[in-house]
């Protein structure tokens, strides 16, 4: 592999973060007006069926190269800071292990 080649790689890795911080704060932002919305009707914060639900989709829709057992935990991951940021900046609620 030539040092263009690899440069160009990074690059592309690069460009692929950034997209993903893009996608991450999309994605937070639509879970803290779903989490207002949750608030004003009662909803409980917690959901572990719409959680399931999540991970077959996405298992189900994986095209690899990353297998499905990584696919779920980087999920669970993203769904754990979620929950984290409706806490935070909607229920008003300190982080677990900070109370």
Same mark, same amino acid.
């Given at each position: ?30 879970? /803290?007006? #779903? ?8 909803? $409980? &914060?917690?959901?572990? !069926? ?21 696919? /779920?935990? #980087? ?8 929950? $984290? &940021?409706?806490?935070? !900046? ?10």
């Amino acid at each position: 592999m030539s040092k263009k080649q690899f440069d160009k790689l990074r690059n592309e890795i690069n460009r692929i973060d950034q997209e993903l911080l893009y996608l991450f704060n999309r994605r937070a932002a639509v879970v /803290v007006e #779903l989490a207002k919305i949750k608030r004003k009707l009662g909803k $409980r &914060l917690f959901d572990p !069926e719409r959680e399931k639900d999540i991970f077959v989709s996405v298992t189900d829709k994986n095209p690899g190269p990353l297998h499905s057992d990584a696919i /779920v935990r #980087l999920f669970e991951r993203i769904i754990d800071e979620s929950r $984290r &940021l409706e806490r935070t !900046e909607v229920y008003n609620r300190q982080p677990k292990g900070q109370e």
